[in-house]
C-alpha cells in the first residue's frame, strides 16, 4: 500500500472512531423526556418519520423548492458512491468499463448538482444570512470529493492528489456539519418520538398535517 494510501486508511480510522463516540454518545443519552400524555404508537410514528415524512410532498421545505430536493437527491447519491469508489481504489478492486462510464456520468451529474447548490447558498440573500463558514467550507469538501473521484476515474495516475484530498475530508467529516451522517437518523427518531407520543404521525386519513 502506497504512503497516500495509508494516510487516507489512517485518516479514515480515525474518522471513524470519533464517529462510533458520537453514536455510542447519542445511544447512551436515550429516549428524549416527554411529560404529556401519551397519545400515539411510537414505533409507527419513529418508522413514518424515516419513511412516508421523506416523500418530498409532504415537506413544505421539499415541494416549494423541487429543483433543489432533486439536486440534494443527486448530489447525496453522488457523495454514496463516491464514498463505496473510496475502498474499491484503495484496494484496487476493478470494475467493467461500461459500469465506469456510468459512474463518469452520475458523478458529472451530482458534481454540478453540488455546484449549484453551492452558488444558491451564496446568491439567494436568505440562504446566505442562515449560512457559516462550515457550510460552504463542507460542500466545497464534498464536492471536491466527487470531482476528485470523477477525474480519478478517468485518470489513474491522479491517485496522489485524490487520496490526499480524501484524507483531509475525513479528518474534516466528524467536526463540521458533515456529522450529520450520524446525527440525521437521530433527529429522525426524535421527531418521530415527538409527534408520534401526541398522536400527529402517522398521518391519519383525515385533517393530514404537512
Known amino acids: 500500500m502506497t504512503l497516500y494510501k ?22 447512551r443519552l436515550g429516549s428524549p423526556k416527554d411529560y404529556s400524555s401519551k397519545r400515539g404508537n ?13 416523500n418530498p410532498l409532504k415537506k413544505e421545505s421539499a415541494y416549494l423548492h423541487f429543483p433543489t430536493y432533486t439536486a440534494g ?25 461500461s ?6 456520468f452520475v458523478l458529472i451529474a451530482s458534481g454540478l448538482s453540488g455546484l449549484g447548490i453551492f452558488i444558491k447558498r451564496i446568491t439567494v ?14 460542500n466545497l ?13 478517468v485518470k489513474e495516475t491522479f491517485s496522489p492528489y485524490y487520496f490526499i484530498f480524501v484524507s483531509l475530508l475525513f479528518l474534516y467529516l466528524p467536526l463540521g456539519k458533515l456529522k450529520h451522517s ?29
Open 6 to 27: 495509508t494516510i487516507s486508511l489512517t485518516a479514515f480510522l480515525i474518522c471513524l472512531i470519533i464517529l462510533t463516540y458520537h453514536f455510542i454518545r447519542l445511544i
Open 42 to 54: 411510537l414505533k409507527s410514528a419513529i418508522s413514518y418519520s424515516l419513511t412516508g415524512a421523506m
Open 73 to 97: 437527491l443527486l448530489y447525496h447519491s453522488g457523495t454514496f458512491i463516491c464514498f463505496a469508489l473510496f475502498f474499491l481504489f484503495l484496494f484496487n478492486i476493478g470494475f467493467a468499463n
Open 99 to 104: 459500469i465506469q462510464w456510468i459512474l463518469i
Open 125 to 138: 440573500k436568505k440562504l446566505r444570512h442562515l449560512s457559516n463558514p462550515d457550510d460552504y467550507i463542507s
Open 141 to 153: 469538501l464534498v464536492t471536491g470529493f466527487q470531482i476528485f473521484t470523477l477525474v480519478m476515474l
Open 182 to 210: 450520524i446525527y440525521f437518523f437521530a433527529a429522525r427518531y426524535h421527531l418521530g418520538f415527538f409527534y408520534g407520543w401526541r398522536g400527529i404521525w402517522p398521518l391519519k386519513s383525515h385533517g393530514q398535517i404537512k
